[in-house]
């Protein structure tokens, strides 16, 4: 079963960010198994997986904030921490990568200007 994780950005409304998960059949039918978890941010753009698959990291356009989710075997998410960073006001991070390890996270952010590194 593969799952794979969205986020919502609500149009970019404030404090309206949320995360999904769903499962996929083999022709590739998508099944929700969570629906809008709320993150209380702005503007929810990126979401990365670490290789072991149990924490989802979504960048917050808007808020300049990193959010994350824990991940249940079954692909249910439950927010672990709204603001797991905050990289200041205008930072717009946007898209993000993982090292190779999964150790390292890399975060474009000021209009693609700059990186952020996390470990």
Do not use: K
Not at 16 to 37: F, K, R, T
Not at 51 to 61: C, D, E, P
Not at 89 to 109: K, T
């Amino acid at each position: 079963m593969i799952i794979p994780y969205c986020f919502r950005s609500f149009g970019g409304a404030p404090n309206q960010s949320a995360a999904s998960s769903y499962s996929s059949d083999l022709s590739g039918v998508l099944s929700v198994i969570s629906g809008s978890v709320q993150n209380s941010q702005t503007a929810s753009c990126w979401v990365v997986i670490p290789n072991n698959g149990r924490l989802a990291i979504v960048s917050n356009t808007g808020s300049g904030t990193i959010s994350t989710y824990n991940v249940n075997d079954v692909g249910v998410l439950t927010l672990a921490n709204a603001v797991a960073a905050d990289l200041g006001a205008n930072s717009a991070p946007r898209d993000m990568a993982l090292s190779v390890n999964g150790h390292i996270l890399f975060v474009q952010a000021e209009g693609g200007q700059s990186v952020a590194v996390f470990i």
